[in-house]
């Protein structure tokens, strides 16, 4: 069962993140990427990572995703389109394949990856508590930071300029 | 809840990986593709969630916490990324009055 | 105080004057000269009290170090350096003294006083070295106050082209005066004078013929031998006193000093040419000084002439004995008795010929020409009498300094070379004749124009340095004066004997007598220069000869150097400025361009740029890179 509900789960987040990229209207586009985060969150709990996966969808999908919205209609852009496909987007994308088929290649045939998961509990919040502020409390320190510096960051760069307009 | 992978399954670790590498492979060309600001910067996001798979995969398979308690930091991050970012690009829209990358090539010699 | 401490207190003091002057009192003339004239005072007396002292000390300090070479700087104070600070102390003092009246009305009397106690510092330290490289040190450092002085009147693009000219053919002579040092220091393993001496004493031989020859290019150089003489009679263009300190008394004996020290050194084959360059210049610049009408330029000829004898003399004193092993060392360094007795003396009456030509030019409001000056007996009594003594010393009268002198190397030269001996006396008539042509058109007959008809006599502090000045080179040649001040340099001078005796009195009495009466006797009228109209063709063919070096320096430099350096200039244009140096900027330049196209301003080719830097890292991370 684990392993239909894992072709199902990765079909949809690959499928809807191909058009993300594919979708002429950048509503539609956030619309897929929503849904692709559905199936990523779904992924996460094959993966007996439940907690991340709702944490996935509060901050990711309630929150960037509610942004990435709330711009998209506030700057009222028209359809986009295509970049025209020049020999350079092409060497790019083939450099791109490469690269892809390159890293899987190697990955798979050199490294030792543990094939069989153990028999692992589900780890709860207090594991996650428990690691969080102890082995990465000074990472955690610093994200608050960044958070904050990010916050007024935002402030800083939202603020209307009543003075004069440099022009473009 | 119940280990769902408690049982060998037929996609493994690879399977996963080989999922975040495409997901990451797709947000790169949707990076390389799209003129819109705002859907280059959505295909980023995607680029970052498969980089969490990706760990969250190796940190089931490896048995650790270290892996999904990083993701944790990754999706703070990303969080003021956005935000930060969505900033800038209004700010540029308040300037130029576009969002199209082609148009927003100021900085050229 | 120690006597090493007051050695090295006259060797401080006058570079103490300089930089005071050269820092502080640019624009006070008046102070830096009352500064200057004191260090020269307190100069001359620190060198009375070690003469009377008597001690005789050597003391040195190592300066640099380089592995197994090293460079000491130290004073070595013997009977030979007592004689020569004295000269030099004495003279310099009094000739600041007239510098005092003579600069009086100068702009720039504070640079020259500082250079004048440069020169003093420099001249000081060749006299007290103890080393070949500190004498070479202070060596350059001479010829540099010789360039600031001799440039003085710098507005005058003559002086400054005659202080170049001083100063450039003075270095090539120290280029192989250079090769020399590096050569006695490579083959005998030490520069240090004492230690050359216990090196080469009891006969033992310098490894090479060429270390003398060499060592005297820095004589040829400095005391204006022939073929490098051409800077001397230039080097007029400096103030008076310059020339009567630097160019006559003190610097170009220099050369004749470093001769002396060096002469453990000496070969015969090479004391044979020193001797002939030595000749060949007295007869020279004799020949060149009859033709002269600027009186400075007379007297400027007049010490090449005499720094010939000396040379000469030295060259003479040495030869044939060095074979002789069991000969005592007196003989060896007879040379060396001869040539500072005669430097002494010179130094005496050149620089009162010298202070009194200055007292004439200032009398006269700088007229130099002297067939525009004449009369001056009763106008300038005290320097036309100090400057009579010193014309009699200089041609030899009886009981006057340079009479001893003079006959002490005529002697040498009738002992040891007749053709040396001929040709000296023979410039010793022209001599006479020269100076007596002077003294005769400057101060005696009418005055000839209106600046020496209302000369008058210049003030007291120009004219008591002449008086004792004369007074000097009347005493100065007699053993107990000049005994006291050589010590055992004296007893180095030779002295003639029985029927030698006789003849060279004979023979310096007639060459004086015969060239005093022609003078005389071509310039009864002396309104004009009657040798000029008698012998027009022998009078041009001087003057040609006086030419002759500087004509064919001219065109060396115009033909060959010239054209080599802009062979050169050519190469560096093409590959040093072009390929090296604007290769290098023009191939930054490329790299430059290329990082700027990378700039295209679109987001989506730096995301390509992006991407093949990933693919080439994780080509390298894979190992496949």
């Known amino acids: 069962m684990a392993d239909t509900l894992f072709l199902i789960l990765s079909v949809l987040t690959v499928a809807t993140a191909l058009l993300v990229v594919l979708n002429k209207n950048a509503v539609n586009a956030a619309m897929f990427l929503l849904l692709s985060l559905v199936g990523l969150a779904g992924l996460f709990v094959l993966l007996d990572a439940p907690l991340l996966a709702f944490v996935l969808i509060l901050v990711y999908a309630g929150a960037v995703v509610a942004l990435f919205l709330f711009i998209i209609m506030l700057l009222d852009t028209t359809p986009g389109s295509f970049k025209a496909f020049t020999p350079l987007t092409i060497a790019a994308a083939l450099t791109g394949a490469a690269v892809l088929g390159l890293g899987i290649w190697s990955l798979v045939n050199r490294a030792a990856l543990p094939l069989a998961p153990g028999s692992v509990p589900v780890p709860a919040l207090k594991q996650y508590a428990e690691q969080l502020f102890t082995t990465y409390l000074l990472p955690v320190q610093v994200v608050g930071f960044m958070l904050l510096v990010a916050m007024l960051g935002v402030i800083v760069l939202s603020r209307k300029h009543d003075a004069t307009e440099d022009a473009p | 809840m119940i280990p769902l992978l408690a049982t060998a399954p037929v996609y493994g670790l690879p399977s996963y990986l080989f999922v975040s590498a495409l997901l990451f492979a797709i947000g790169f060309f949707g990076v390389l593709l799209r003129k819109n600001t705002l859907v280059i910067y959505m295909c980023l996001e995607l680029m970052l969630l498969a980089s969490t798979l990706a760990l969250v995969a190796f940190s089931r398979f490896n048995g650790t916490l270290d892996g999904s308690v990083f993701v944790f930091f990754i999706l703070t991050i990303a969080a003021a990324e956005v935000a930060v970012g969505l900033a800038i690009i209004v700010a540029l829209f308040r300037q130029r009055h576009t969002v199209s990358v082609e148009e927003l090539n100021q900085l050229k010699h | 105080m120690t006597m090493l401490q007051h050695a090295i207190l006259v060797l401080l003091l006058p570079l103490a004057s300089a930089a005071v002057i050269a820092f502080f009192l640019r624009k006070q003339g008046a102070l830096a000269s009352w500064i200057s004239t004191a260090t020269a005072a307190a100069?001359?007396?620190?060198?009375?009290?070690?003469?009377?002292?008597?001690?005789?000390?050597?003391?040195?300090?190592?300066?640099?170090?380089?592995?197994?070479?090293?460079?000491?700087?130290?004073?070595?104070?013997?009977?030979?350096?007592?004689?020569?600070?004295?000269?030099?102390?004495?003279?310099?003092?009094?000739?600041?003294?007239?510098?005092?009246?003579?600069?009086?009305?100068?702009?720039?009397?504070?640079?020259?006083?500082?250079?004048?106690?440069?020169?003093?510092?420099?001249?000081?330290?060749?006299?007290?070295?103890?080393?070949?490289?500190?004498?070479?040190?202070?060596?350059?450092?001479?010829?540099?106050?010789?360039?600031?002085?001799?440039?003085?009147?710098?507005?005058?693009?003559?002086?400054?082209?005659?202080?170049?000219?001083?100063?450039?053919?003075?270095?090539?002579?120290?280029?192989?005066?250079?090769?020399?040092?590096?050569?006695?220091?490579?083959?005998?393993?030490?520069?240090?004078?004492?230690?050359?001496?216990?090196?080469?004493?009891?006969?033992?031989?310098?490894?090479?013929?060429?270390?003398?020859?060499?060592?005297?290019?820095?004589?040829?150089?400095?005391?204006?031998?022939?073929?490098?003489?051409?800077?001397?009679?230039?080097?007029?263009?400096?103030?008076?006193?310059?020339?009567?300190?630097?160019?006559?008394?003190?610097?170009?004996?220099?050369?004749?000093?470093?001769?002396?020290?060096?002469?453990?050194?000496?070969?015969?084959?090479?004391?044979?040419?020193?001797?002939?360059?030595?000749?060949?210049?007295?007869?020279?610049?004799?020949?060149?000084?009859?033709?002269?009408?600027?009186?400075?330029?007379?007297?400027?000829?007049?010490?090449?002439?005499?720094?010939?004898?000396?040379?000469?003399?030295?060259?003479?004193?040495?030869?044939?004995?060095?074979?002789?092993?069991?000969?005592?060392?007196?003989?060896?360094?007879?040379?060396?008795?001869?040539?500072?007795?005669?430097?002494?003396?010179?130094?005496?009456?050149?620089?009162?010929?010298?202070?009194?030509?200055?007292?004439?030019?200032?009398?006269?409001?700088?007229?130099?020409?002297?067939?525009?000056?004449?009369?001056?007996?009763?106008?300038?009594?005290?320097?036309?009498?100090?400057?009579?003594?010193?014309?009699?010393?200089?041609?030899?009268?009886?009981?006057?300094?340079?009479?001893?002198?003079?006959?002490?190397?005529?002697?040498?030269?009738?002992?040891?070379?007749?053709?040396?001996?001929?040709?000296?006396?023979?410039?010793?008539?022209?001599?006479?004749?020269?100076?007596?042509?002077?003294?005769?058109?400057?101060?005696?007959?009418?005055?000839?124009?209106?600046?020496?008809?209302?000369?008058?006599?210049?003030?007291?502090?120009?004219?008591?340095?002449?008086?004792?000045?004369?007074?000097?080179?009347?005493?100065?040649?007699?053993?107990?004066?000049?005994?006291?001040?050589?010590?055992?340099?004296?007893?180095?001078?030779?002295?003639?004997?029985?029927?030698?005796?006789?003849?060279?009195?004979?023979?310096?009495?007639?060459?004086?007598?015969?060239?005093?009466?022609?003078?005389?006797?071509?310039?009864?009228?002396a309104a004009t220069d009657t040798l000029e109209e008698r012998f027009r063709f022998g009078f041009s063919w001087l003057t040609w000869l006086k030419e002759s070096f500087d004509r064919a320096y001219d065109y060396y430099v115009a033909k060959v150097q010239q054209r080599f350096a802009m062979v050169l200039n050519f190469l560096e244009q093409i590959v040093l400025a072009g390929a090296i140096i604007r290769g290098l900027a023009g191939f930054v330049n490329l790299v430059g361009y290329g990082a700027r196209a990378l700039y295209t301003g679109s987001l989506h080719a730096y995301v390509f740029w992006f991407l093949l830097g990933a693919a080439l890292l994780w080509a390298f991370a894979a190992g496949i890179l």
């Open chain 3, 43 to 525: 100069i001359a007396a620190i060198s009375i009290i070690l003469l009377l002292h008597g001690e005789r000390f050597e003391d040195s300090v190592e300066w640099l170090r380089f592995g197994d070479f090293s460079v000491s700087l130290g004073i070595k104070y013997d009977d030979l350096a007592a004689l020569m600070l004295f000269i030099v102390g004495f003279v310099g003092f009094l000739i600041h003294v007239f510098s005092l009246g003579y600069m009086h009305d100068d702009a720039a009397r504070a640079r020259f006083f500082g250079g004048l106690s440069i020169f003093m510092f420099s001249m000081i330290g060749i006299v007290l070295a103890d080393n070949l490289f500190m004498i070479f040190i202070f060596w350059e450092l001479v010829g540099f106050s010789s360039w600031l002085l001799i440039n003085h009147y710098h507005e005058k693009q003559s002086a400054a082209d005659a202080a170049k000219k001083a100063f450039i053919v003075n270095r090539v002579g120290d280029f192989g005066f250079l090769l020399g040092i590096i050569w006695c220091y490579y083959g005998l393993g030490s520069v240090n004078l004492t230690e050359l001496e216990k090196l080469t004493a009891g006969g033992a031989m310098p490894c090479s013929g060429w270390i003398p020859l060499l060592l005297f290019c820095g004589a040829v150089g400095k005391s204006a031998q022939m073929p490098l003489q051409v800077w001397l009679p230039d080097a007029m263009e400096g103030p008076t006193p310059v020339s009567a300190l630097i160019h006559a008394a003190t610097m170009v004996a220099a050369g004749i000093f470093m001769l002396c020290r060096i002469n453990m050194l000496m070969l015969p084959e090479a004391l044979n040419v020193i001797t002939w360059i030595g000749t060949a210049t007295a007869l020279y610049a004799a020949l060149c000084a009859i033709v002269q009408r600027d009186i400075k330029k007379v007297l400027a000829y007049s010490t090449l002439s005499q720094l010939g004898y000396m040379v000469a003399a030295f060259g003479l004193g040495s030869t044939g004995t060095y074979a002789l092993i069991d000969l005592p060392v007196s003989t060896v360094a007879t040379g060396v008795g001869a040539a500072m007795f005669h430097l002494t003396t010179h130094a005496f009456f050149k620089a009162l010929l010298f202070l009194g030509s200055g007292s004439v030019i200032m009398g006269c409001h700088h007229e130099q020409d002297i067939f525009k000056m004449g009369g001056l007996r009763s106008r300038m009594p005290v320097t036309f009498f100090t400057f009579t003594i010193g014309v009699l010393a200089i041609i030899g009268l009886p009981g006057l300094a340079g009479f001893f002198s003079k006959d002490a190397i005529l002697y040498l030269a009738y002992e040891k070379n007749f053709a040396v001996f001929a040709v000296l006396a023979f410039t010793a008539v022209l001599t006479a004749f020269y100076m007596v042509r002077v003294w005769k058109i400057t101060f005696l007959g009418e005055a000839r124009s209106q600046a020496a008809a209302h000369a008058q006599e210049s003030g007291l502090s120009m004219t008591l340095p002449l008086v004792v000045l004369a007074g000097l080179s009347v005493a100065g040649g007699y053993s107990g004066v000049f005994g006291r001040l050589a010590g055992s340099v004296a007893h180095l001078v030779p002295e003639a004997e029985g029927s030698a005796h006789t003849t060279i009195l004979v023979v310096s009495l007639a060459v004086m007598t015969l060239g005093a009466g022609a003078a005389l006797f071509f310039y009864k009228s």
